[in-house]
């Protein structure tokens, strides 16, 4: 059974910074997609970054240059720095894992963990 757990996020003031990290468990190989999606009340989900098993890595356009998302193979981890934080970054932000083999993009089927809270403030 796939399991993914968030550490992180908190409440922060515009300009600061904080990281997520995840941990997965169940996986039989390192081969997939994983990425960090976000979800503010009343907006769609939005896949903020991936990152597939070779590194390559995909970010949104409104967090370019100041996030930055990162995987241990070794370790299963998952990490997002975020840096430059905005009150618009506020959101739940879940580490997801594509139930499917291959690279980046994901087949759409995700895995998600709990979700962490991302508050920004003016």
């Known amino acids: 059974q796939v399991q993914l757990m968030e550490s992180g996020g908190g409440s922060v003031q515009a300009g600061g910074s904080l990281r997520l990290s995840c941990t997965t468990s169940?996986?039989?190989?390192?081969?997939?997609?994983m990425g960090w999606i976000r979800q503010a009340p009343g907006e769609e989900r939005e896949a903020v970054a991936t990152?597939?098993?070779?590194?390559?890595?995909t970010y949104v356009a409104s967090v370019k240059g100041r996030f930055t998302i990162s995987r241990d193979n070794a370790k299963n981890t998952l990490d997002l720095h975020m840096n430059d934080l905005k009150p618009e970054d506020t959101a739940m932000y879940y580490c997801?894992?594509?139930?499917?083999?291959?690279?980046?993009?994901?087949?759409?089927?995700?895995?998600w963990g709990q979700g962490t809270q991302v508050t920004v403030s003016s």
């Open positions: 990152i597939d098993s070779d590194g390559a890595t």
């Open positions: 997801a894992a594509d139930r499917y083999a291959g690279p980046c993009p994901a087949s759409g089927q995700w895995y």
């Open positions: 169940g996986y039989t190989n390192t081969n997939y997609c």
